[in-house]
């Protein structure tokens, strides 16, 4: 069955510092959905990208898509507090409209 | 635009009741969506509905169903209610949910405990 998969799981940075979050599939994926969730609240869209190679941006947060649409990366800049949460990619299902998360990122930034 | 609603937004029951969940999606948006959220599982896909019909269904015993209304509203229902069942239930919609691209638009949520 079709999978995301992303690393790390966890990550504590100190404030100020970059990351980065991947997101891998086995298959072709033909859209991928950057989400930030609040423990135990709901979902936040962040992104969407849909081409090979795509680049979209928003504020200090850039995600990418690479060229074989197989893996994604989020990355944030210079890592405040409010940007800590649970991030999750997700993609649909090709033929169907059925919709997978990965596994989640949970982030936590040290003031 | 009002968001997407969930009510209750907190709920305790006990094994073997059932319980109905209520969504109400973004104005204009016909697809609903819902998710069960558990911290062993992750995010975990349960049904689709579009214009009343559902289009899909996860991998979820029977006990497990929805509908939607001729508003868009919808509500998923579980019975006989497991230790299992205890989540983060959430319900997105969208505007136009096709098979190759949509956004989804998530609610607040409905925390589930069954004791």
């Known amino acids: 069955s079709q999978e995301l998969e992303q690393s790390p799981q966890s990550l504590i940075v100190q404030e100020g510092k970059n990351l980065t979050i991947n997101c891998t599939s086995s298959k072709t994926l033909y859209g991928l959905y950057w989400y930030k969730q609040k423990y135990g609240e709901g979902l936040i869209f962040l992104m969407m990208?849909?081409?090979?190679?795509e680049e979209k941006s928003h504020e200090k947060i850039t995600a990418k898509l690479d060229e074989k649409k197989q893996q994604s990366s989020l990355h944030i800049t210079a890592s405040q507090p409010s940007h800590a949460g649970i991030y999750l990619c997700?993609?649909?299902?090709?033929?169907?409209?059925?919709?997978?998360f990965g596994t989640g990122t949970r982030l936590k930034v040290l003031a | 635009k009002a968001g997407v609603t969930q009510t209750p937004r907190y709920l305790i029951k006990t094994r073997g009741q059932q319980v109905t969940l209520s969504c109400s999606p973004i104005s204009g948006h016909r697809s609903v969506s819902w998710y069960q959220q558990t911290p062993g599982q992750g995010l975990q896909f349960l049904f689709e509905?579009?214009?009343?019909?559902?289009?899909n269904k996860g991998n979820f015993p029977g006990r497990f169903s929805g509908r939607q209304f001729s508003n868009s509203r919808s509500e998923m229902n579980v019975s006989t209610l497991e230790l299992g069942d205890s989540a983060l239930y959430l319900c997105?919609?969208?505007?136009?949910?096709?098979?190759?691209?949509?956004?989804?638009?998530f609610g607040p949520g409905t925390r589930l405990t069954v004791t």
């Open positions: 997700g993609a649909g299902i090709t033929g169907t409209y059925k919709y997978i």
């Open positions: 509905y579009f214009s009343e019909t559902q289009r």
């Open positions: 990208l849909q081409k090979g190679g």
């Open positions: 997105a919609s969208s505007f136009l949910y096709d098979r190759s691209s949509y956004e989804q638009y």
